[in-house]
């Protein structure tokens, strides 16, 4: 039977910035915690800790919150400032830091924020460890009296030259006989953790670029920009005769593209685009894709066609990088533009997806139009998300339960019905797909429409 968790989502701890569970109490709770548990399970008796945010108002607060907790256990905190959530897993790996600590809410807007963490290794905790975590930071327990006074409290650094750092070693993931040099682009940064790092990444490499979303003022991050709302940057592809469009959210691990035409490229495609030339390559181990139970069925029959496969897991990156390392697997991702090569990177990461797309263009001597338009043939689907009072378990709504039941017979093996909790926000997440678009439209709104009322009742 799985524990239930109390602060720990899909994507670590989340919420409203100032309100339980987003606290500074509970982020200083936190702080000591993770350096009581590098402790125990490292070799260092202070132990090594990043932190980094992106450019929410409410990151100082939580950012002084963490770091108190970690110096109150005798740890080193090593601050980087903003910089994309991919970027401080690589500097906690790099630095041989024994934890890493981010602070953002993603793609949420700027009143939220959250607290993700990475292991010694760069990779996001596993989930016994976010319990055991739990655990210490509900009971105030685990210290065991062993509180570090005088000289054995712990202190503050920061490291100047993060940022340098990860640009060069994302220059280093494209290959050093291509450049940039005739590629124009538009690139959306969301005013958020990557409006510093990625202009410099495409500009170093030859890029002539257009630039949105790189302002940030601590409110404006998500904000009507980057990969939640990438009209901006499409209309800005055409004005400007770009090869290429590149929007990112507000941490940056994840991005949609935009082709010459100004039409969105998401996750799957991009997904399908970078198998389909890995398989050429013979350079996608086992010849598999990894992805969540939301991509498009499309992509399983694209892959398939290439002599490949797909292999699903939960919603989350986190679950997919989980399977991918089981695996050996090199490649995965989600529809809403999470990529993980883990060739290169132990999470996902929308500027380094982005330059693998550019290597292909730039290979191939082809647009990203053509490379992309039909690499995959979607299944009709229908995603409808929407706020919810509270979380009633789906096995505890039979009326909900009828409904999707019967469309899912309805459908047969034609297609599917997928209903889930947002494991970041205080949403429903409804899913369809079907041969016909306007009757998924209609069974997705019926189960929405009867669910909000169940949960009400």
């Given at each position: ?94 630095m041989r830091a024994d934890a890493g600590v981010v602070i953002s809410a993603s793609h949420n807007p700027y009143n939220d924020n959250g607290i993700k963490l ?106 009507n920009c980057g990969a939640l709302h990438p009209e901006k940057a499409a209309i800005k592809v055409l004005e400007q005769s770009a090869h290429l469009g590149v ?211």
């Amino acid at each position: 039977m799985t524990t239930k968790r109390k602060l720990f989502g899909t994507d670590g701890i989340r919420g409203a910035a100032n309100i339980y569970p987003m606290t500074g109490e509970i982020a200083m709770a936190l702080g000591r915690a993770l350096t009581h548990v590098a402790r125990v399970n490292g070799k260092r008796k202070s132990p090594r800790i990043v932190i980094g945010k992106d450019t929410r108002i409410s990151g100082y607060m939580l950012e002084t919150a963490i770091a108190s907790g970690i110096c109150s256990m005798g740890g080193e905190v090593m601050l980087v400032g903003p910089l994309p959530t991919p970027g401080i897993s690589f500097i906690t790996s790099s630095m041989r830091a024994d934890a890493g600590v981010v602070i953002s809410a993603s793609h949420n807007p700027y009143n939220d924020n959250g607290i993700k963490l990475f292991w010694s290794d760069g990779f996001k905790l596993p989930d016994k460890v976010e319990l055991d975590l739990e655990k210490m930071i509900l009971d105030n327990a685990g210290w065991n009296g062993d509180v570090p006074v005088g000289h054995a409290v712990g202190k503050a650094i920061r490291i100047d030259d993060a940022l340098g750092r990860y640009v060069v070693e994302l220059k280093h993931t494209f290959p050093k006989d291509l450049s940039l040099d005739n590629i124009r682009m538009v690139v959306d940064c969301a005013n958020g953790a990557a409006y510093r790092t990625a202009p410099l990444v495409f500009e170093e490499l030859g890029a002539t670029l257009t630039t949105l979303g790189t302002s940030p003022n601590g409110v404006n991050i998500n904000d009507n920009c980057g990969a939640l709302h990438p009209e901006k940057a499409a209309i800005k592809v055409l004005e400007q005769s770009a090869h290429l469009g590149v929007t990112l959210d507000g941490d940056a691990d994840r991005l949609i593209l935009i082709d010459e035409k100004g039409q969105v490229v998401d996750g799957d495609a991009v997904m399908a685009l970078c198998a389909s030339h890995m398989i050429k390559e013979k350079t996608l181990n086992d010849n598999t894709v990894v992805t969540t139970v939301m991509s498009n069925l499309g992509l399983d029959k694209a892959i398939k066609r290439r002599g490949g496969r797909v292999l699903r897991t939960a919603v989350g990156d986190r679950y997919v990088v989980e399977a991918m390392r089981k695996g050996n697997y090199n490649l995965g991702g989600e529809q809403s533009g999470h990529l993980i090569f883990t060739d290169h990177s132990t999470t996902g990461d929308g500027i380094l997806a982005a330059l693998q797309i550019l290597a292909i263009m730039v290979k191939e001597e082809k647009p990203l139009s053509e490379l992309a338009g039909g690499i995959m043939q979607r299944i009709p689907q229908c995603l409808l998300s929407f706020q919810v009072a509270k979380r009633v378990p789906l096995d505890k709504c039979p009326k909900t339960q009828a409904v999707i039941t019967g469309f899912e017979e309805k459908l047969g093996d034609n297609g599917r019905v997928f209903v889930r909790y947002s494991g970041t926000e205080a949403k429903a997440r409804v899913l369809v797909e079907g041969p016909d678009q306007e009757d998924i439209n209609g069974y997705a709104a019926e189960i929405k429409e009867t669910m909000i009322t169940e949960l009400v009742e």
